[in-house]
């Protein structure tokens, strides 16, 4: 077993690594600065809303082989293996912010001795495994050693535990092949096809990953849109392109579109590398745009249903950005909330789980964990996270509370039938006759084909 310390590691990535290392018979050190954080994690306190992460480490600190530190001289010597899991936040153009980064790398490696392996696990621009082995040669002191290998997370906010035991594969990329072959070694009972390459290939396997990802939820959305127009039902192409083995099903769920920290700041990430290159960049401009529309979509099916909503009073149901996540960056309720406030409607928001980090947000919108709660007196309820507790919920008596009947289904939970049973205007996303009627091509312009159909 070895010695492995995770720096970021009272954070989301690392964290998951952290505890899930150390059930895994490792001795680990989670390193984080932010010493509420570590306090609350050696007490068995664990930060974030995570299924199973909990458990790991409470385990993890009973065994005695998970620890948490906030001083660098404590993680780090000895260390085999130094896992980098610290944020890389967007900056004003969208690029990756790499100075946690930096800051990091400088001060471990002051503390380096021996031998050790510095694990990428951030999410880094291309070409960072290059920076982050300037930084430690200028930083470290003379006599050691080291090497550095990019090996991105693929994890999902709301089964991190699942994915971290059971990845689809493991890419490893570096120069130093017996470096890269001791990573390996790491991930070796997980069973996991290993990917091994060079590391700017390996960096950006990351990134067109998440930029896949995204692309395939916003052409679904911009489907939606075109059958809520022409007729159709996207629940229909949906099944009808997904038997295709070429497309899949995966990620084919129209509805108010993706958030969270991952694929909304990669793809702007790998936008401007794009740009930076000199390259059009189109299609992954396209993609976020077609999210950012998603938000709106939701807003104006509730102004063509009630009109000004100046004093309206509408409930959202769903902060986080995905269900088993209490993690709002990005989030679609943020937005839709705040196009609300901006038309002064009155808006109640209820989440299971992240109600907590957006208090004091708002003036005036009001939090209540109970959607039966929420709902009392409301013009409207629009369905914008998906838990297992919103996908069963009585409809009838969510009408019976509501003032108005308007239900707004951002993810498709729900269908027509089911709401019309409980008293309640279903308004989905993806087909039209809840809103307007199908509008026809205009034949004239195929005049020639419909007289040779006349012939």
Not at 73 to 79: D, E, R, T, W
């Amino acid at each position: 077993m070895a010695r492995i310390s995770i720096i970021g590691g009272a954070g989301y990535v690392g964290l998951a690594y952290a505890a899930a290392l150390a059930d895994l018979g490792h001795e680990v050190w989670g390193l984080d600065l932010d010493d509420a954080k570590v306090q609350a994690l050696s007490a068995g306190h664990c930060p974030i809303y995570e299924p199973g992460l909990a458990e790991l480490i409470q385990r993890g600190l009973s065994t005695g082989r998970l620890r948490f530190t906030t001083d660098y001289g404590q993680a780090v010597p000895g260390a085999e293996f130094l896992f980098l899991c610290v944020g890389t936040p967007s900056d004003e153009q969208g690029r990756a912010d790499l100075s946690y980064v930096v800051e990091a790398t400088k001060s471990l490696a002051r503390h380096l001795d021996g031998h050790t392996i510095l694990v990428n696990k951030s999410t880094l621009p291309v070409g960072s495994v290059t920076l982050v082995e300037g930084l430690l040669m200028r930083h470290a002191e003379p006599g050691v050693t080291y090497a550095v290998v990019s090996n991105p997370e693929f994890l999902r906010e709301g089964s991190a535990v699942h994915d971290l035991m059971h990845p689809d594969r493991v890419v490893l990329g570096g120069s130093n092949a017996d470096a890269v072959q001791r990573v390996a070694e790491l991930y070796a009972s997980f069973g996991a096809p290993i990917v091994v390459t060079d590391p700017r290939s390996a960096e950006l396997i990351k990134y067109a990953s998440n930029a896949f990802l995204a692309a395939k939820i916003s052409f679904i959305n911009e489907i939606a849109l075109i059958c809520e127009q022409l007729g159709g039902d996207v629940a229909s192409v949906t099944s009808g392109i997904g038997l295709d083995q070429r497309i899949g099903r995966a990620f084919l769920n129209a509805g108010v579109g993706f958030g969270g920290s991952c694929f909304p700041k990669d793809v702007r990430a790998l936008t401007m590398m794009a740009r930076d290159a000199g390259l059009d960049s189109s299609l992954l401009t396209a993609i976020l745009d077609i999210n950012r529309r998603m938000r709106l979509v939701v807003v104006e099916k509730l102004e063509n249903s009630l009109g000004d909503l100046r004093g309206r009073s509408i409930t959202l149901l769903g902060l986080a950005f995905k269900p088993d996540t209490d993690d709002v960056r990005e989030a679609p309720a943020i937005d839709i909330v705040d196009a609300l406030v901006a038309r002064e409607a009155r808006v109640r928001v209820s989440d299971p789980a992240a109600l907590e980090h957006v208090e004091g947000r708002w003036n005036g919108v009001e939090l209540i964990e109970d959607p039966y709660a929420a709902a009392m007196g409301a013009d409207a309820v629009v369905l914008v996270t998906d838990w297992n507790q919103y996908r069963v919920i009585d409809l009838t008596k969510l009408a019976n509370s509501m003032r108005g009947d308007v239900l707004v289904d951002g993810r498709r939970v729900f269908s027509p039938a089911q709401a019309a049973a409980a008293g309640l205007t279903y308004l989905g996303i993806g087909h039209s006759s809840e809103t307007v009627s199908p509008r026809a091509f205009d034949l004239a312009s195929y005049g020639a084909y419909l007289s040779m159909a006349a012939d």
